[in-house]
């Protein structure tokens, strides 16, 4: 077995475990709220075109989108709880995934409900109340009985869309699937991200498969067939949830990182410090920057990397840039004053986002700087990673150098410089501590008004961990220790085609 698939392997106790929970809560809340909807819209013909319109409306959400737009509701909520009760709760992970979820399991159920009660034969309906029934008694006896296999039909349908979107949970910070597919893609590990799509789809399959006993048996009146389908599911679950007992018990530190190989290299090295100090470590990785300090501010992160040019902008709003010491001066004592987060200190190197372009478009065009780039940028393609286009820094710079570019695309980190290399792009948001920039001879194109600000990797903990000795004491000696020349070479033992290591191997090469 190559190390690879050995590596997922060992992954996917835990992020099976995860995925179940997060699948079946989702869907048995979905039933729980569909079915009541769908007897009362069944009941009323007024009712049924708004409840069947609104849950249509939902599924048109891109998943993605309604998964993250959980997460700041709930961060307010959270706010309000602790600020009027004096206790606030967890607003990443599980909690914005079971609802977007849920959210999306209900219209097959409701619409399958309805179908199916408003498919009762009326002469059964009336002979029902013809022996006297109420109803309450016509309901659960006779239209529920005869409307169970449409309804599981739509409950299979729903199973199938909940477990699929699932894996999309992993960038505000739930464990799932997915996290093998958004690590892969962003690695270049197809092994993670082939295995992570066929473990969901099996897991859809056999989910599908059991939920279909159940639907045969309700159909074929053969309750043999419901229970065995029904044990199934349970006997599953089971065992997949089996792997999450003890997880998350008290003493856990949680490491958080972002969605590119540097932070799950950086993520790894505090993990691995930590873990051998004796401490339980789990990790929440491919957070978006704004979740990721999001999270590390209201505590459920407690040490992440992060950059304090990001920070200066994106955290604080700054758009001036008094320079790199100052920059580093002042957003320590702001975080502190502001949120209680302690910024550790840098860890030696920066990672500036820097425009780069193939060194013979760039000779051919006569472009050294982004002052020579604004002047060719009508006919360029500009290539970005899936935030930059949307960050203070891009309006900045843009602001300062006036650039028009003939058509700006987004990608993910890797396909950028893909593109770039296959002349899809001619000049990319490039990082300025990726290992490609020198392995693909890419020319950094110099920034003479310095409209860009520094971007010193500092080591950020949360204001609940602030006070941990342990946790300092581990961090403590990787400030300054880490230098651009060393943190190239561990990106790019993890980003190269051949040969890559894995992130906690590349981990190990660094302090």
Known sequence: MSPRLAAAFELLPEYLGWHVLLSVSALALGVLISLPLAVAASRSARLRWPVLALASLIQTIPSLALLALFYPLLLALSALSQAVLGQGFSALGFLPSLLALTLYSILPILRNGVTGITGVDPAISEAAEGVGMTGRQKLLQVELPLAAPVIMAGVRTAAVWTIGAATLSTPVGQTSLGNYIFAGLQTENWVFVLFGCAASAVLALAADQLLGLVETGARTRRRGLVIAGLAGLVVGAGVALAPLVGLGQPG????????????????????????????????????????????????????????????????????????????????????????????????????????????????????????????????????????????????????????????????????????????????????????????????????????????????????????????????????????????????????????????????????
Do not use: C
Not at 476 to 497: F, K, T
């Open 252 to 511: 856990t530190y949680v490491v958080g990182a972002k969605n590119f190989s540097e932070q799950y290299i950086l993520a790894e090295l505090m993990a691995e410090r930590l873990e051998r100090t004796g401490a339980h470590v789990s990790r929440k990785e491919d957070l978006g920057s704004a979740v990721a300090y999001r999270a590390l501010a209201s505590g459920e992160v407690d040490v992440y990397v992060d950059y304090s040019g990001t920070l200066w902008t994106n955290v604080l709003g700054r758009t001036d840039n008094p320079g790199r010491a100052a920059v580093l001066r002042e957003l320590t004592a702001e975080l502190k004053r502001r949120d209680g987060v302690v910024v550790l200190g840098s860890l030696g190197f920066e990672n500036a986002y820097a425009f780069a372009m193939r060194a013979d478009r760039a000779k051919a065009l006569g472009v050294a700087s982004l002052t020579d780039l604004a002047r060719e940028a009508p006919r360029l393609t500009l290539g970005s990673d899936l935030e930059f286009l949307s960050r203070p820094e891009w309006r900045a710079v843009d602001a300062a150098y006036g650039f028009s570019f003939r058509t700006e695309r987004s990608f993910q980190p890797t396909f950028m410089y893909r593109a770039l290399a296959s002349g899809d792009a001619d000049v990319i948001s490039a990082f300025s501590s990726d290992g490609r920039i020198a392995a693909d001879r890419l020319v950094v194109l110099a920034d003479p008004k310095g409209a860009i600000p520094p971007y010193d990797a500092v080591i950020l903990i949360s204001p609940k961990r602030a006070g941990d000795r342990r946790l300092v004491e581990a961090m403590r000696p990787l400030v300054g220790a880490i230098s651009v020349e060393a943190m190239r070479a561990a990106n790019y033992s993890v980003d190269r085609d051949a040969g890559k290591v894995t992130p906690a191997e590349a981990a190990r090469s660094l302090p």
